[in-house]
């Protein structure tokens, strides 16, 4: 079993920045591709980006790439996503999410192993 703990959510102004973590039980965590997806009111949940258990392959999707940045620290057992221009749009709740494999995380619908309970991110304009 591995649970998700996320943390970092708040209300920020357009433009600015937040950092969101990710703190798994466990001692496999490595073996865990890791994912951040994302839920707005009215709207599918969506996939945000994702990192192998190795850290080395990283996914985004199209409307965060370039202002978003997920990374991982293995040894603390933490997934981290860094959000900066953060626009009103990206107002949702953030999940944390774990597999044994990237593709399951990237799935449609996604249906990970492993949920956190969320933590919510509010932009205002």
């Known amino acids: 079993q591995v649970q998700l703990v996320e943390s970092g959510g708040g209300l920020v102004q357009a433009g600015g920045s937040l950092r969101l973590s990710c703190a798994a039980s466990?001692?496999?965590?490595?073996?865990?591709?890791m994912g951040w997806f994302r839920r707005a009111p009215g709207k599918e949940r969506e996939l945000v980006a994702a990192?192998?258990?190795?850290?080395?392959?990283?996914y985004y999707t199209n409307s965060v790439e370039g202002r978003c940045t997920i990374s991982r620290d293995n040894a603390k057992n933490t997934v981290y996503l860094q959000m900066n221009s953060l626009k009103p749009e990206d107002t949702a709740m953030y999940y944390c999410?774990?597999?044994?494999?990237?593709?399951?995380?990237?799935?449609?619908?996604?249906?990970?192993?492993?949920w956190g309970q969320g933590t919510q991110v509010t932009v205002s304009s």
């Open positions: 999410a774990a597999d044994n494999s990237l593709l399951v995380l990237r799935s449609v619908p996604a249906a990970p192993a492993y």
């Open positions: 466990g001692r496999t965590f490595s073996s865990y591709a």
């Open positions: 990192i192998t258990g190795n850290g080395i392959f990283t």
